[in-house]
T-cell receptor, first 111, second 112 residues
């Protein structure tokens, strides 16, 4: 049983396209996150939702829009993809901030 | 602001060597401190944590002690194994904050 799952695992697309990454957790946690990890492994939080409400929105271009249809799902939609969006995107969930469970990541490559 | 500074990698060791990965932090208030590990091709996993000064977190032979006087949380292991090869992240959270602040990660490679 996968605790935090993401789809797809790999995503290759062209500049200007719109794409979505899906995340689901079966841990019953209230809080979910999206992180971006760049090529140097630097990990930065993008968004956080608690019970479907946005609670953290870091300085992220508004081409990125998270959507939480219920507390078990947090999807990330990206419009007008740019080369600099290439990265690994991680979803995480937590019962509290000090215990986060990460998904396996989605490697996005924009060509 | 809150930040975490880790030693630059990569770190390459032989099996059974002693490991230290340095981590220092800057924080407002009293942070909780964490080490996360990322094995190749996987997401991050919590390795250990400490929530107050002088606490020692430990797991899988790894240890780190919360040192308030030096604002440090160095990760140590007495005898590393090839299976410890991974990227290690130091992180903090400050009370009433909903987010973790990560260091830049240190890649460890252990050779047989």
């Amino acid at each position: 049983d996968t605790a935090v799952s993401q789809t797809p695992k790999y995503l290759v697309t062209q500049m200007g396209n719109d794409k979505s990454i899906k995340c689901e957790q079966n841990l019953g946690h209230d809080t979910m996150y999206w992180y971006k990890q760049d090529s140097k492994k630097f990990l930065k939080i993008m968004f956080s939702y608690n019970n479907k409400e946005l609670i953290i929105n870091e300085t992220v271009p508004n081409r990125f829009s998270p959507k939480s249809p219920d507390k078990a799902h947090l999807n990330l939609h990206i419009n007008s993809l740019e080369l600099g969006d290439s990265a690994v995107y991680f979803c995480a969930s937590s019962p509290r901030v000090d215990e986060q469970y990460f998904g396996p990541g989605t490697r996005l490559t924009v060509t | 602001g809150n930040s975490v500074t880790q030693m630059e990698g990569p770190v390459t060791l032989s099996e059974e060597a002693f490991l230290t990965i340095n981590c220092t932090y800057t924080a407002t208030g009293y942070p909780s401190l964490f080490w996360y590990v990322q094995y190749p091709g996987e997401g991050l996993q919590l390795l250990l944590k400490a929530t107050k000064a002088d606490d020692k977190g430990s797991n899988k032979g790894f240890e780190a002690t919360y040192r308030k006087e030096t604002t440090s949380f160095h990760l140590e292991k007495g005898s590393v194994q090839v299976s410890d090869s991974a990227v290690y992240f130091c992180a903090l959270s400050v009370s009433r904050s909903e987010k973790l602040v990560f260091g830049k990660g240190t890649k460890l490679t252990v050779n047989p």
